[in-house]
Every structure is written in C-alpha cells, then in structure tokens.
C-alpha cells in the first residue's frame, strides 16, 4: 500500500511498555472474585469460571523453560483506534514466550471463527499495522458467539492449528461472549484458553481495574479536534447553533469527555436526565432557555452536545422503548408482514395505553426510527435517530412561542452533526498507542500464565506507562443479568457516567459559565511527535477520575 508521510514516521514509533512487563514476569494471585450484581445467578451460569482471583504481574528472577504456543486473535464489534496495536503486542508477547510460537488471525471477527477464515500473522503482515488506526488487519464483525454449535465448529479449527488460546478483542458483549466461550471449553477440557480485551470507543467498559476501555481518548480526542473547529466557525459567523450528535448508545463518557475539552454553551448527560427525570420538553426548554439568554447579550449562535443514547434515558420514552424492544423481539414475522402505512397503528394498537399516548405524539418519522430494525442485541438503533434534529425543531418551535411572550429577542438559525465514524479508526494517540500494545503483550503473559476467562487489566494510566500496572481479571467480576430479547441474559454491567464522580462534578461546576459566556476551546489535532504535556496525557475523564 501507498503510505503518507506521517504513517512511515508512525511505523517508527515504539510503544512504551510497563516497566513488569519487559523482562521475566510471574502471575500473583489476589483475592477471590464475585460478579458485580447477581452473584448467584452468575455463579450457577459459570461453575467453571466463576470466583476466580484477580492476578497481578511482578518481574521474576527468570522465565523459565517454554514452549511455543498457538494462539488465535478475533477483532470483533466496531472499530476502535488501537486495536492493530494490541495485535502487535500479543504477537510480540507470545514471541518473546518462544520464537516458534504462531499467531492466527480469524477473518471478519466471529463469524470468521465459526466459518474457518483465518490468516497466519506473521511479522512482515504485523509490521505494516504497527500504530495504525483501523481493524483492517483482519476486518471485524458482529457475530455472536453464543451456541454450542458455534463453539464446537470453532473448536474444530483450533484443533486443527493446534491454537491453545483465543484473544477476543471487544466491548462489553464481544467479552461477554469470551467468558461463555471460555466457561464452555472449560467444561469440556477442549484444552483452550479464552483471554479477553477491553475495547469500545464509547468509554463504557470500566471498573476499578479496567481503568478506560481502549479507543476512548484517541476517539474523543478526534471528535474534540472537530467540534472546536465548528466552535471556531460558529464564533466567526455568530449566526448558527450547532446541534452535535456524539457516538455513545449506552452513556455519555463522549459527550461528557468532549464537553471538558471544548467547553460548549450546552452539553446534555444522560444519565443525569434520567436521574432527574427530565422529559423531552424539560429538555427542549433548558436548551430554549440558555439561547435566549445568549440572545439577550447579542450572541446568536452556540454549539449543543447531545449524546447517541439520549432518548433512551428519557424515563417515558425508556419505557416506551423497552415495550418496543419486547413486542417486535416477540412478533418479528408479523411485523415483517405488515404494510408501511400500517405499521404504526400495528404497534399502537399493541402497547400499553400510557406508552401509545407517548408514541402517538411523535413526529411520524422519529416514530418510525424507533421500529427500526433491532441492532446484534435485540435493541433500537439509536444511531439512526435523529435527536439532534428533533431537538433542534423543538427549541425552534419553543423559542417562536417565547418570541409571542416577549421573552427571546433574537434569531435561530440550527446546523446538525453527527460524529460516530470519523473516530472509530484514526490513529492511535500516543496514549492508546502504548495503552494497547501493553493490553496485547498483557495477554501474552496471561496466556503464558494458563488462565482463562480473563480480561486483560493494564492501570495505573495517569501514570507515565513505564508504571503501569499489568495483569488480568476474570470476567466473570464485571457481569450481571439484563433483559436481552425479552430473557434475562449475563452480561458485563455497562458503566454509566457516575453524577458522584469527579468528571462530572467538574463539568457541572462549569456549566453555567460556558452556558452564557463564550468559553470556546479549541483543542487542535492529535499530536503525535513533541513534549509528554502535548502528545502524551490520557483523557480529561481518566486524569479527574484518577487524581
């Protein structure tokens, strides 16, 4: 392939490792581990795996005698900036374990593994993916892994490589999967571990020892580089309020993220409109309120974060939601069959009489966005909602009925943005640059280790990376039961934006200033080469949560 000139100086750079991890390393033991929530329900779920301890590296006085060991790697879900890296640091890592040791990439994620597509990586392939953004070392997918004909036909290819270990690389789901995959193999001595590692741009998979999920800050770096380009503009033209979508289906890390960096006039957080149950229009009016008040100073333009899964945190339309979620999961073949014209009063006909008065107030298309086909996981495709635009029409709307009161004097004139895929595969900063390849060489040593049914733990990320602290901890920790297709499934326990936390504490104590006044920052590109305080600082959220 063609390369520009900043991918050939990329290529040279050299990922920072923690300081354990670059010579012999030995797995201690903490404590036992129970699951989050549901503790009973999850250890009868995974008799196997369950209650494992959490396991810290430490140098050791020598390796020891090894073996070469097969190991495969599934890229699976969406896109994060980094993941070549993790690739790179596995294959360095089980290299480091032997020389002959053999690393498989399955093809197009999951689906890949069932269907027996693999490709061998070997060092000249890694090294052209070395810091790169992306998953098209070997494409990603979104097949589930979740029947037993699955696993077996997977094992089947295991066998046949001889692969003693497999390295899902995902978000919440995709190593929900690998703790169902490894307790399978488990219970069958298939003899294969099954090691996970923690990767989504939306920022929601983290504990106390999944510090941030990989991808995070090179994608909120990337949307914050745009989203103060758009400050910058909408600060020249004093004309326009930008309404920007962020991605972020489940929590608000991104736009909460976004927010510290670029300091916007209105950043809504989810997870707080849900606490304080906020309706639509409570929403509409707050929104309404602040460009009045700018209006009022002579500043008819601004910029509004709304966060992807907003509307799903309204407490009626969450309700409103869920029916939906159970009653097309439940009569999907019915649905098919019915005519388009038909098809709302099908549903409204079906749902409880407090969510059909909800859903028959809804403008016709938002209605017909939320009956949308289901996402993997059975659930509405928020992405494909345009929020942005029904909050921009409703403070339009709302602002027109303040104008006949006498209490907005000024012009609204709305612009609309979506940023999801313009930060899924940049090139890792420099942060997440190191923070996977450690993740990867991490897993290497877990799997040198022998376990199984664990996530691969680097922390200690305020830190300069020669501190960090590396090991595992068993998936089984993060996991709860929820609703999936109308049953109650385990799954690791997303994080939501914590209204205790630091972040938002700080962004709260903030945002009446950058509501009336122009506060604009205007973070820039990602920098790659220059001062640690320029090109090398995690994201704002991990530095509040870790101080």
């Known amino acids: 392939m063609k390369k520009s000139a900043l991918q050939k100086a990329r290529a040279a750079y050299q990922p920072k490792l923690p300081i354990v991890l670059t010579g012999a390393v030995k797995a201690v033991e903490g404590k036992a581990t129970n699951s989050v929530a549901d503790q009973e329900d999850i250890k009868n779920l995974f008799p196997n795996t369950y209650g494992l301890p959490e396991i810290q590296f430490e140098k050791a006085a020598s390796a020891g005698k090894t073996e070469p060991v097969n190991v495969g790697v599934i890229l699976s879900g969406g896109q994060a900036p980094g993941g070549h890296n993790v690739i790179s640091g596995l294959f360095d890592g089980i290299k480091k374990v032997h020389r002959d040791s053999r690393l498989y990439g399955f093809l197009m994620g999951p689906g890949g593994f069932v269907d027996h597509q693999y490709v061998e990586l070997t060092a000249e392939i890694i090294d052209e993916y070395r810091n790169t953004g992306g998953f098209d070392i070997i494409g990603s997918g979104r097949t589930k892994l979740e029947t037993k004909a699955q696993f077996d036909k997977g094992l089947e290819i295991l066998k046949e490589l001889n692969i003693k270990a497999l390295v899902i690389i995902g978000g919440d789901d995709s190593n929900t999967n690998a703790a169902i995959l490894a307790e399978y193999y488990k219970e069958i001595n298939a003899g294969v571990q099954v090691i996970g590692c923690p990767k989504t741009i939306d920022g929601d998979l983290k504990n106390e020892v999944i510090e941030t999920s990989f991808g995070f800050d090179t994608a909120t770096k990337v949307y914050s580089e745009v989203i103060g380009n758009i400050q910058r503009d909408c600060n020249s033209s004093k004309k326009y309020w930008h309404f920007i979508k962020l991605m972020g289906r489940s929590a608000s890390h991104i736009a909460l993220e976004c927010a510290l960096q670029c300091q916007p006039n209105v950043c809504i957080i989810s997870e707080e409109v849900e606490a304080k149950k906020q309706t639509l229009n409570d929403i509409v009016n707050s929104i309404a309120d602040v460009v009045a008040a700018r209006a009022a100073n002579g500043n ?70 939320l009956c949308l086909d289901r996402d993997p996981h059975g659930n509405v495709q928020v992405s494909l909602i345009e929020t942005e635009k029904l909050l921009g029409e409703m403070v339009a709307r709302r602002l027109n009925e303040m104008k006949s009161e006498g209490r907005y004097v000024g012009k609204f004139a709305s612009l609309y943005h979506f940023f999801g895929y313009e930060g899924r595969c940049a090139d890792p900063s420099n942060f997440d640059a190191d923070y996977c390849y450690a993740l990867g060489f991490n897993a290497a040593c877990l799997i040198n280790s022998g376990v199984t049914g664990y996530m691969s733990s680097v922390r200690g990320l305020t830190k300069p990376s020669v501190q960090w602290i590396a090991g595992g901890i068993p998936i089984t920790m993060m996991m709860n039961m929820e609703r999936r297709h109308g049953a109650m499934k385990p799954v690791i326990q997303k994080a939501l934006v914590s209204l205790d936390g630091a972040p938002f504490k700080k962004f709260a104590s903030k945002r009446d200033g950058w509501a009336i006044n122009t506060d604009f920052v205007y973070p820039g590109p990602i920098q790659y080469f220059g001062p640690a305080e320029v090109c090398d600082q995690p994201s704002l959220t991990l530095q509040y949560e870790h101080r």
């Open 300 to 369: 008819n333009f601004g910029t509004v974060l709304i966060p992807e899964g907003l509307i799903e945190f309204i407490p009626a339309m969450k309700a409103l939601i869920a029916e939906l979620n159970d009653l097309l999961a439940a009569n999907a073949e019915e649905f098919a069959k019915v005519d388009r014209q038909n098809q709302l009063t099908w549903i409204a006909e079906r749902l409880s009489d407090d969510n059909t008065a909800i859903f028959t107030s809804l403008p016709e298309g938002v209605a017909r966005q």
